[in-house]
C-alpha cells in the first residue's frame, strides 16, 4: 500500500556529512513510528534512529550525538542528517516503520572511505 525511496547515499570521506531523504506515497509519518535503519555486509540489518508521529526522537549508541532524524509531514519526507561520519557507518540504509516494518525497499548506498 505505502511505497518509499530512499536516496541522498553516495561516498564520503571520513568527518564528512550527509543527508538522506525517504520519500513516502501518501502520509504515514504522522500515523506511525518510523525509524531509519542500515545494514553493512555480513552484518544484521539495524534500526539506528527512531521518530515518533509527535516528533520525539531516539538513537543507537553508535550514532548518538552524530545524526539526526527529522520529517516534513507535509512532504511525506523523513531524513537523516549524519555528522562526523566514520568508516563503521558504511552500509545500506532504508527507512521503515517501526517497530512492525513495511517490505524493505531497496535502500540507499553510504560508503565513508578516505
Known amino acids: 500500500q505505502v511505497q518509499v525511496v530512499e536516496s541522498g547515499g553516495g561516498l564520503v570521506q571520513p568527518g564528512g556529512s550527509l543527508r538522506l531523504s525517504c520519500a513516502a506515497s501518501?502520509?504515514?509519518?504522522?500515523?506511525?513510528?518510523m525509524g531509519w535503519y542500515r545494514q553493512a555486509p555480513g552484518k544484521e540489518r539495524e534500526l539506528v534512529a527512531g521518530?515518533?508521529?509527535?516528533?520525539?526522537?531516539n538513537y543507537a549508541d553508535s550514532v548518538k550525538g552524530r545524526f539526526t532524524i527529522s520529517k516534513d509531514n507535509a512532504k511525506n519526507t523523513m531524513y537523516l542528517q549524519m555528522n562526523s561520519l566514520k568508516s563503521e557507518d558504511t552500509a545500506v540504509y532504508y527507512c521503515?516503520?517501526?517497530?512492525?516494518?513495511?517490505?524493505w525497499g531497496q535502500g540507499t548506498q553510504v560508503t565513508v572511505s578516505s
Open positions: 521503515n516503520t517501526y517497530p512492525r516494518r513495511m517490505n
Open positions: 501518501r502520509n504515514i509519518f504522522s500515523l506511525n513510528v
Open positions: 521518530i515518533t508521529s509527535g516528533g520525539s526522537t
